[in-house]
C-alpha cells in the first residue's frame, strides 16, 4: 500500500511539473502572437509613409528647381504658391501632411501648414540653383499619431488572441495527458481480455500457428495445426520442430543466438503423424516476449495449391485434345534427347506425320468429328509405340524395334504429330517404326457412327546427327521429307535429303511468288470452246486459269496448282475464277454473242468447304446471269472420297441450277452403283481415250461404252481432247453429245475467244489444219 502512495505521489509530482512547463510554453507562445503583429504593423506602415513623403519630397524638389534655375531672383516669391499644388495624388491637408521650404540658415520661405505638434515622419530634399549651390531644403512631414492608433488597435486585437490562445493550448495539452493516463489504466485493466481475444483468433484461424521457445520446443499448437498434422496438443507440446518439419538451408538443431532468425513463405514438405508427407507453406518470425526471445511460426496447408500449379503445368506443356506433349514439352524434351544422344554417340530421329486429307474429313463432316479422329490417330499412335505418358519403353517388341529404348510424341497442332526416336542404332530402325505407324493407322479406321473413316498418313524423318545436330533444322528437314512423301503419293514416308531442300527451297519461293500474284492480279483466264457434236454449233467453253508471270511470260496449271492446293492458297484463288467467269460470260451477254455457258474446274479443298453454295450464289447473282450459264466440273476421284458428302453437296449445287459434270471420267475408280446416285448433267470422258480411238480398238471400245453409259443413265457426254476430224467424225457416229479439244481451238484469251467466236459460228467453219499437240 506504502508502494501504491509512493508511486501515486511520483505520478502526481510528475504531472504537475508537465502541466507547469507547459504552461510557460503556452505563455510564451501567447507572448509572441501578441507583441509579433503590432510591431510588424508599426514597422511596415513607418516604413511605408517614410517611403510616401521621400518621394513626395523629390517630386515637389524637382519642379521647385526648375523654378530656381528658370527665376534665380524671382523664385521666393513662387515656390509658396507651387508648393501647394497636388503633384502626389494627396489633397493640400491630407492627414495634416506639411511641406516647408527653409533656406539654408533656417528661415522659412513657404509652408502649407502649422508646425506640427507631436513626433512626424520627415523626408527632405535639397533645393540645388543653377550653379549647383543648396540654395533651401524642401521637407515633406507626416504626423506619427495616426499609425501610432493603428498599432494600439492591431496591439489589442493581437493581446485577444494571444489570450484565446493560451487558455486553448494550455488546456488541450492536459486534457491529452489526462486521457492518456486514463487510457493506460483502461489498457492495463483490458490486457487480461485482450490475451483471452488472441487466443480465440488463433485457435480459430485457418493456418497453422505454432509457438516456439528460445530452442524451437514447440509452446502452443492451434487446432489448425492438429489437422494438418494430426497430432494433439498433449502429443506434440514439448517436442522439437524437426519432429513436424526440416528445411535444408537452416538447421533448427542449431540454437545460434546472436543471429536473428526470420524465414518468409518457404514450400518445405512437412510430415504429418502417421508419417506421411504434406507440402506446407512455412514462416517463421522472431518475437521478444518478456525479454526472452520466442519464435511465432505459420503453417498453410498448400496440398490444393500445389494441384493446381500441377494441372496447370500439364496444360501448359500438353495438348488440350490429346493429352500429347505439345510444341514448348517438345522443344525441352527434343533438347534432352539431342544432349543425351550426343554424349552416348547414338542416332536419333525426328518424324513429322501429318495424316491424309484431313481437311476434307473436316470440312465435310465438322470440327468435332475432325477433333474425335485426332484424338484415335493419338491413342493409335501411343499404342503402336507402346507409349506411357510421354516417354515410351518399347520392350522387346520385335514388331515394332528391340533396341530403341523410348520415343516422344507431340501433336504440333491441326493434323501434325511429332515423333522422336532415341538411340537408334541404325537408320533401318526409323524404317521399320515407320512402316509400323503407317500400318497400324490403315488397320484401325476411325468409325463415325457406322461408317469407318479410314486413315492414312505421310511422314517424312529426319536423322541426328547425320541431317543436322540444331533440333529446329531437325523438325523443319522432317517436314520437308513430309511433303515429298505427299508429293509421291501419300500414305509413305521418306528420309530428308540435301536434293530435298532445294527442292523445298524452289517450292517456297515459288510460294511466295504465287501470294504475291494474287496480290497483283496476275492470275488471267483463258477460254476454251466447246461444241455440240450433232449440229456443230460451238454452245461455251472451259475456263482454264494461266499466270501470267512477271519477266517469264504464261506459267503452265500444273506448274502451280499443286501449291496453290497444298496452301490453301485454292480457295481465294478458285473464287476468283468463279466470279471472273460470271462476269466475262455477263460481258459476252451484253455484247450480242449469245448464252456461253462457261465451265469451271473445282477442287478438292474448293467442293468440301462449307460455304461454296454462297460463293457461287454471289458470283451469278453480281454477275446477273442465270444458273444454268454456269456449269462446274469435278474429278471423280474427289467425289469417290467421301461419297456420302458428295452427294450432299451435289444436290445442294443442282437445287441452284447449276450444271455438274465429271471431269476426266474412265481414269478414276468411281462405282455404277454410286455413279447412279449423283446429281449430275454430264460425263466428260479423258483425253488419254480419245486420243488414239482411231487407231486403238480399245480405247475405242472404252469410249463408245462411256457414251452408252451415260446415256442409259440420262446423262449428257463430252468429249475432251478432240484433235482431228477422224475424232470428230467418230465421236458423231457413236452419238457423242459434245466435243472439246484443239480441233476446236487452243485455250484463248477473253478477248480473243470473243474474236474467234465472232469468226466461227459451227465446226464447219473452222479450218481443221491445226497442231495436232493435246491442250
Known amino acids: 500500500m506504502k508502494n501504491r502512495n509512493i508511486i501515486a505521489s511520483d505520478s502526481n509530482h510528475n504531472n504537475t511539473k508537465l502541466a507547469s512547463i507547459i504552461s510557460w510554453v503556452t505563455a510564451a507562445i501567447a507572448l509572441i502572437v501578441a507583441l509579433s503583429p503590432p510591431m510588424a504593423y508599426y514597422w511596415i506602415t513607418y516604413e511605408a509613409h517614410h517611403k510616401e513623403v521621400s518621394l513626395e519630397a523629390k517630386v515637389h524638389a524637382a519642379f521647385i528647381t526648375q523654378v530656381i534655375i528658370g527665376s534665380p531672383d524671382t523664385w521666393r516669391e513662387e515656390v509658396g504658391e507651387l508648393l501647394r499644388f497636388d503633384l502626389t495624388g494627396h489633397s493640400e491637408n491630407d492627414h495634416n501632411e506639411v511641406r516647408c521650404i527653409k533656406t539654408t540658415d533656417g528661415k522659412t520661405i513657404a509652408q502649407t501648414n502649422p508646425e506640427l505638434s507631436s513626433s512626424a515622419i520627415i523626408g527632405s530634399t535639397p533645393l540645388i540653383d543653377a550653379n549647383g549651390v543648396i540654395v533651401a531644403e524642401l521637407s515633406v512631414s507626416y504626423p506619427l499619431k495616426h499609425i501610432v492608433n493603428n498599432t494600439w488597435l ?43 481475444r488472441l487466443h480465440i483468433v488463433i485457435d480459430n484461424a485457418i493456418d497453422a500457428i505454432i509457438t516456439l521457445d ?85 503453417l498453410r496447408n498448400i496440398t490444393e495449391r500445389k494441384s493446381a500449379q500441377e494441372k496447370l503445368t500439364y496444360l501448359a506443356n500438353h495438348d488440350s485434345l490429346t493429352g500429347l506433349p505439345n510444341r514448348i514439352l517438345l522443344i525441352d524434351r527434343l533438347g534432352q534427347a539431342i544432349k543425351h544422344a550426343h554424349r552416348n554417340n547414338k542416332l536419333l530421329a525426328v518424324m513429322f506425320l501429318d495424316l491424309d486429307r484431313f481437311k476434307n474429313i473436316n470440312d465435310s463432316l465438322g470440327h468435332d468429328v475432325g477433333d474425335m479422329l485426332l484424338k484415335h490417330v493419338a491413342n493409335v499412335l501411343k499404342t503402336t509405340l507402346r507409349s506411357t505418358d510421354t516417354i515410351s519403353r518399347l520392350k522387346n517388341n520385335s514388331d515394332i524395334i528391340e533396341n530403341i529404348p523410348g520415343t516422344i510424341i507431340s501433336r504440333l497442332g491441326g493434323d501434325e504429330f511429332i515423333i522422336v526416336l532415341e538411340k537408334l542404332a541404325s537408320t533401318e530402325a526409323a524404317s521399320t517404326v515407320a512402316n509400323k505407324i503407317l500400318e497400324q493407322l490403315t488397320q484401325s479406321p476411325f468409325m463415325h457412327g457406322n461408317e469407318k473413316i479410314h486413315i492414312s498418313s505421310s511422314i517424312g524423318v529426319s536423322i541426328y546427327p547425320t541431317d543436322s545436330t540444331d533440333l529446329n533444322a531437325l523438325i523443319k528437314q522432317a517436314d520437308i521429307a513430309m511433303y515429298r512423301s505427299k508429293d509421291t503419293g501419300r500414305n509413305t514416308y521418306n528420309f530428308f535429303t540435301e536434293d530435298l531442300n532445294t527442292e523445298i527451297s524452289k517450292r517456297l519461293s515459288l510460294e511466295a511468288d504465287l501470294r504475291q500474284a494474287i496480290d497483283n492480279d496476275e492470275f488471267e483466264l483463258f477460254y476454251q470452246p466447246k461444241a455440240i ?110 461419297r456420302d458428302c458428295s452427294i450432299k453437296t451435289l444436290h445442294k449445287l443442282k437445287q441452284m441450277g447449276l450444271t455438274i459434270s465429271i471431269d476426266d471420267f474412265g481414269t478414276g475408280y468411281s462405282s455404277l452403283s454410286y455413279l447412279k446416285r449423283f446429281p449430275i448433267d454430264t460425263l466428260k470422258i479423258d483425253q488419254s481415250f480419245i486420243r488414239d480411238i482411231t487407231t486403238d480398238p480399245d480405247d475405242a471400245v472404252i469410249t463408245t461404252a462411256i457414251i452408252s453409259l451415260a446415256h442409259s443413265l440420262r446423262l449428257n457426254v463430252i468429249a475432251e481432247g478432240v484433235e482431228t476430224q477422224e475424232h470428230l467424225d467418230f465421236l458423231i457416229q457413236n452419238e457423242c453429245d459434245q466435243v472439246q479439244g484443239y480441233f476446236l481451238s487452243r485455250p484463248m484469251s477473253a478477248n480473243e475467244f470473243q474474236q474467234w467466236i465472232t469468226q466461227y459460228k459451227n465446226l464447219n467453219e473452222i479450218n481443221p489444219n491445226i497442231s495436232k499437240k493435246t491442250g
Open 533 to 642: 457434236a450433232s449440229d456443230k454449233q460451238i454452245f461455251g467453253a472451259e475456263a482454264l486459269i494461266r499466270w501470267r508471270r512477271p519477266e517469264i511470260g504464261i506459267i503452265p496449271p500444273f506448274e502451280f496448282i499443286p501449291i496453290l492446293e497444298e496452301t490453301g492458297l485454292i480457295l481465294p484463288v478458285g473464287q476468283w475464277v468463279i466470279e471472273t467467269a460470271c462476269k466475262q460470260c455477263r460481258e459476252w451477254l451484253d455484247q450480242g454473242l449469245g448464252p456461253i455457258h462457261v465451265a469451271v474446274n473445282l477442287s478438292a479443298r474448293q467442293f468440301y468447304q462449307q460455304d461454296l453454295d454462297a460463293i457461287i450464289s454471289n458470283a451469278l447473282s453480281n454477275a446477273n446471269i442465270p444458273a444454268e450459264f454456269l456449269e462446274l466440273e469435278i474429278t471423280e476421284s474427289l467425289l469417290m472420297e467421301d
Open 214 to 298: 528460445d530452442n524451437y520446443i514447440i509452446e502452443s499448437f492451434n487446432p489448425a495445426s492438429e489437422q494438418i498434422f494430426d497430432y494433439s496438443k498433449s502429443e506434440i507440446i514439448g517436442s522439437h520442430i524437426n519432429t513436424l518439419i526440416t528445411i535444408d538451408s537452416y538447421d533448427f538443431s542449431k540454437n545460434n543466438k546472436d543471429t536473428p532468425l526470420a524465414i518468409d513463405k518457404v514450400e518445405i514438405i512437412a510430415k504429418r503423424k502417421d508419417g506421411s508427407n504434406v507440402p506446407i507453406e512455412f514462416s517463421l518470425n522472431e518475437v521478444k516476449y518478456q525479454g526472452n526471445r520466442k519464435f511465432i511460426s505459420s
Open 154 to 196: 492591431v496591439t489589442l486585437f493581437s493581446f485577444t488572441l494571444a489570450f484565446a490562445i493560451f487558455l486553448t493550448l494550455r488546456m488541450l495539452p492536459l486534457r491529452a495527458l489526462k486521457r492518456a493516463l486514463s487510457a493506460l489504466h483502461h489498457e492495463k485493466q483490458t490486457l487480461k481480455d485482450s490475451e483471452e
